[in-house]
Every structure is written in C-alpha cells, then in structure tokens.
C-alpha cells in the first residue's frame, strides 16, 4: 500500500499545537555561577547581603560631621578638627556623615582647613547603593549575561537555578554511518543530529545523542522507548517522509499518537509531531536543509516558548539578486549569500536543494516566501533575517559569475582581515549581468570574444559607457579532464559532463567545437550541466561522465588525466565607483599579494605573470 501523508498543517498551526499540547515540559536545575552564562532562570534571585554593606567613601578625601562644615567659604574657611582621612572604599568612621574631596582640602599645622561646606552623605556610597539584602537581582525567564553573572558573584550568589530541558537525539537509517567512517557508496555520515546538539545546546538544553538505528521497525521502538524514559523531549531524525522504510510515524503510533504528519514547509514538508508518555516527539526529516528548517521553525519556537533563549536575529530588508519562483501551498525558506552594496542589502539566493549542506555553510541570512506566494522577482524588496551581526554582513563581499577553485582561497586570505567572500557560481554572463544590476560587488569572468580576446567585447556591449575595472586574477589552463588522455575529436563517443549556459567554459567549448566542425548534438550528456569546475572533474572521477571541460588545478585536485585546450584571461569586473572601497582594495591587495600567488602556483595551471594587472573601461 502507498503511503501518503497526512492532510498538511501550516507551519504556525504546528507551533500552536505544540504549545497547546506540551505546555509545561522544561525543569530546573542548580548549577554554579560560572557555568551559567547563557542559561534562563528558572525563578526569580535575591541578593543574599546588601552592597555595599554599609557607607563607603565614594571620594577620596576627608571624612567629617557635615556639621562641623556649615558656613564654609573662601572668605570664612573652616578647621575642622574631627576629621579622618579616607580613600575611596573605605569605611566611613563614626560620627562622619559625609566626605570632603582632597581637592578641596588644605592641611595647616596638622588640622584640615575647607572653604565649601557638604551636605550629609555627600560623597558617600550608602548602606544598600547598589542593592539591598532580599532585593530581587534577576527575575525569572532572564537570559545570563556576563554582566549579570559579575553582578550575582557581588551579591553572594555562587549557584542559580535554571531552565533545564533534556531533549534526545535519535538518528536513524541503515545507511548513516557515524561521523569518523568513511562512507561506501550509498552511506552517508550522520550530521542532523550534530547539528541539532550545536543547536540546542546553544539555547541552554541538555542533549543526549543516541547511537544510530538501523532500518528496523523494532529497534526503532525500542530506540524511542528509551529515549522517551530518559528525556522531556525526542527528535527523531529520517524516516519521517512516506518511502517504504520509513517507520518513524509508524512506530510513534503504536507507541503513543501522532499529532502532525506533513507541514506545509520547504524544506521540511515531512516533519512529524507525536505524544508518547504526555512526552513530544518530532519527527525531523532526513535532508540536512529540511531538519534544519524544522529545528529553526518549529523545535526553536517551542523552546523560546519555554523561556529558552532565542537566536539573537536580526531582520533587514534587502533586494533580491535572482528569481525564486515558489509552490503555492508551502511556506518556503531560501538561504542567502547577503551583503550592502551602494548603501542598500542584496540578497543572493543559494541552491535550495534540502540536501546540499554547503548552502547552509555559506549563508548569512534567509527569506521566507508566504504559502500564497508564486514566488518572487529578481529586484523585488523582501525581508530577510541575518544569521551572523549586521556588521559582520556588511562587511563582506558579494561575488557572482565564473567559477574557479582560487576564488575559495581569496576568500580564505580575505577572512584573515575580517572580511567575508560570498561567492555564486552563475558563469561569467550570470555575473556581468549582475554587475550591471547592482546585484554584486564584483563578477569574476573569462568571456571569449569573437576576436579572440577576453572580456571587453561583452563589457562594451552589456555595460555600454560604465566605468568598469578589471582585475587579472591570472591566466589559467582549460581542458578536457578524463580519467585516460581525451581529444575534442573523441567526445562524440563517450559520456559527456557540461558546463551550464551563460559560463565562460561553456562559450570556450562551443567555439572549440565549430572551430572543429563538431556537432554538440552529437555529444552524449552535453545538455547535462554542472556549476563549478570540480563538480566537472567529480562527475569523471566518480564514473559519472568519461569527460568533461575544466580547469587544470581541478583535474589535478582529483588525480585525474588533463589534456590542455585553452589559455585563457581569468579577471575580475568591478564598478569604478567601487573600487576604492576598503573591501574592494583589500581584495586587490590580496590577489596581488605573495601568499595569494603561492597559492596558485601550488595549485598548478596558472600563469602569475599578470596576477593584479588593471584595465579600466572605458
């Protein structure tokens, strides 16, 4: 029998049934003060002694009867003859109520002359300043902060009471293998759950991570049993969508109820809500994006609900770089690449495939798009959540066009001065396009005109009379990668793997092939595309394609065989408005400096000779 979802709740139903359902799950624990930075108390706390404890010279000075100083001037000065010296801290004496500054005190043959009288407890920290002894110092459901803990450490309090949850983390699946093992073809290593831990820890709850269950309908039970018994809270990771080794929902139904089946998000459609034992358990799906998303929409709200911390988020409203047609019916998530050009927040899309992870390594914000949404419009105002502090964003580069392996490593010596590189790999046109909208800081490129020269052409013709600089990274080696030595004459009989439309590589290809009178139609795979170099040389080593196009450093990276085909320019294009920009400098600085060329010397394939050259059009 096929097995189907149950009828799809929205993302905010989930959230309220949670709450409604599992209203008081959190406990508290006692731990010491050193340790509680970052946790929630769980009921209010009270100074155990008044501070300071009694008066304190808040000056440096003399103590004195502010009686003994009535009708002080500089006509009429005073000698006060029951005076003590004090410093800043020290205790008040008996019969003193106040505390002249030393500045205003003159010594005349052992007695302390003034010529300003004080007013009682002028100059004096009283009894209880600060706080009194039994005064509250935190209320409940208040996040630990440091200044908040050197407060606490004040008043006598070496141990709080806090929020505490122990929420279980059961990754199941045969084919998860535990991080450390290299996986065979069909395994992947266990991350949800690590994630997960990070997550949650973070917000102040205890995890205990459960080794991996194998497909089997028993051992999964007995996996949520024990970890029912031992926990307030169950995630239970893959096995929540309807394959036909998906127990999950299942196995929570015989054990207790399932709530939720299915909410209208993406990623994250197959999410799971249970009660076992008055206990919730989620059901997170297996795509790393998708049980992202859950733990983020759904697990974090619950928790915030509970006095849990939330993520310290901040919201913008930025112009988004590309198109994001959406399904109507689900509540979307898109992870972005997001920075300030010209005073204003871009954001760039990153692939929304629930199971590429570096989506997520790369991205600094997202977006939501509503369920009655079609989508949105490249250049369309949104709002989007920051994941990392606004300055951290802003301080950041947006790159967008053609794709080569040294573009990590110019971010990685960018990252070294605090300066962050978010690169999207949309070919050398996608980036002049965006060049042109604003929709990037800068567009690597290696467009082949036909004269044969590089870039200009397609500058003058798509940004006719803009002030562009264009910075040689290097010149740089195409060719065919296979795993034996390859012709362009021999890629009508194997497997092909391509470039996608729009990149430099691709127009490179296409005008070897009419230079050669080969027909690309007649090319098995040449319709099929990839977006990076290495994903060119992977689809080879993998068995994949027999060959593709790329560069020599990526064919190298991968121990496969490199038949050269091309030299070609590989530059990057900025405005001229913005190539004093420190960011913008420092990247120049970077690519012209020593280690940088080191590095592509090490990778092999690229000529250095006119690394950091400059040619301004027009």
């Known amino acids: 029998m096929v097995k189907r979802y149950l009828s799809l709740v929205t993302l905010q139903d989930a959230i309220d049934l949670l709450i409604r359902e599992f209203g008081t799950i959190s406990r508290s624990e006692h731990i010491p003060l050193e340790r509680s930075a970052g946790r929630t108390t769980s009921k209010p706390i009270f100074a155990r002694f008044s501070t300071p404890p009694i008066g304190l010279a808040a000056m440096d000075g003399i103590a004195v009867s502010s009686a003994d100083t009535r009708g ?7 000698t006060v003859g029951k005076a003590v010296r004090v410093n800043t801290g020290n205790v008040l004496p008996a019969g003193t109520d106040a505390v002249v500054m030393i500045e205003e005190v003159w010594e005349r043959d052992g007695a302390y002359v003034i010529r300003k009288p004080v007013s009682p407890w002028q100059h004096v920290r009283p009894a209880g300043e600060d706080i009194a002894e039994t005064e509250m110092v935190l209320s409940s459901r208040h996040c630990i902060r440091p200044a908040d803990i050197g407060a606490l450490a004040s008043f006598g309090i070496g141990h709080v009471e806090v929020l505490a949850l122990r929420t279980a983390l059961v990754p199941t699946g045969s084919e998860v293998i535990p991080l450390g093992t290299a996986p065979a073809p069909g395994q992947v290593v266990e991350s949800n759950m690590h994630a997960a831990a990070a997550w949650l820890s973070g917000m102040g709850s205890a995890v205990m991570h459960y080794p991996i269950v194998p497909d089997d309908f028993g051992k999964i039970q007995d996996a949520i049993r024990r970890a029912v018994a031992e926990n307030d809270l169950v995630l239970i990771s ?231 600089v264009l910075t040689c990274v290097a010149e740089r080696e195409q060719g065919i990668v296979a795993r034996t030595g390859m012709t362009l004459e021999e890629l009508p009989k194997i497997r092909f793997i391509n470039r996608q439309k729009g990149s430099g590589t691709r127009l490179l290809l296409d005008h070897l092939l009419r230079e050669k009178g080969i027909d690309p139609r007649l090319i098995p795979g040449y319709e099929r595309e990839v977006t990076t170099h290495l994903a060119v040389a992977l689809a080879v080593k993998s068995g994949e394609a027999d060959a593709g196009v790329c560069v020599y450093s990526a064919a190298k990276a991968l121990g496969l065989s490199f038949s050269p085909v091309a030299k070609e320019r590989y530059e990057i294009a900025v405005r001229k408005e913005y190539a004093t920009d420190p960011r913008i400098t420092a990247l120049f600085e970077t690519i012209r400096g020593k280690s940088f060329r080191e590095r592509l010397t090490a990778m092999g394939g690229y000529d250095i000779t006119g690394s950091g050259e400059q040619r301004t059009l027009p």
């Open 238 to 468: 893959a096995g929540s969508s309807a394959g036909t080794r998906d127990f999950t929902a299942d196995a929570i139904r015989e054990l207790g109820e399932v709530l939720v089946h299915g909410i209208a998000i993406k990623p994250g459609k197959p999410a799971i809500i249970g009660r076992i034992a008055g206990k919730p358990i989620i059901g997170v799906p297996g795509y790393p994006l998708s049980a992202h998303t859950v733990i983020r929409e759904l697990v974090t709200p619950f928790l915030v609900h509970h006095g849990f911390p939330p993520p310290d988020y901040h919201r913008v409203t930025a112009r988004i770089a590309s198109s994001l047609p959406s399904e109507i019916g689900l509540e979307e998530f898109v992870l972005l690449a997001a920075g300030k050009i010209g005073g204003r927040w871009i954001g760039i899309p990153l692939s929304r495939g629930a199971g590429v992870q570096m989506s997520a390594v790369r991205a600094n914000g997202y977006l939501r798009i509503p369920a009655g949404s079609e989508g949105l419009s490249a250049g369309e105002e949104v709002q989007i959540c920051l994941t990392v502090p606004e300055r951290v964003a802003e301080a950041g580069i947006l790159c967008t066009g053609s794709h080569d392996p040294c573009l990590d490593h110019i971010g990685d010596l960018l990252a070294m001065r605090g300066i962050g590189f978010h690169s999207a790999h949309t070919g050398s046109m996608g980036g002049l396009l965006a060049l042109k909208r604003g929709f990037c800081h800068v567009a690597p490129m290696h467009l082949l005109a036909p004269d044969g020269t590089y870039n200009l052409r397609y500058l003058e013709e798509h940004m006719p009379g803009e002030h562009v």
């Open 72 to 78: 002080a001037s500089e006509q009429h000065p005073v």
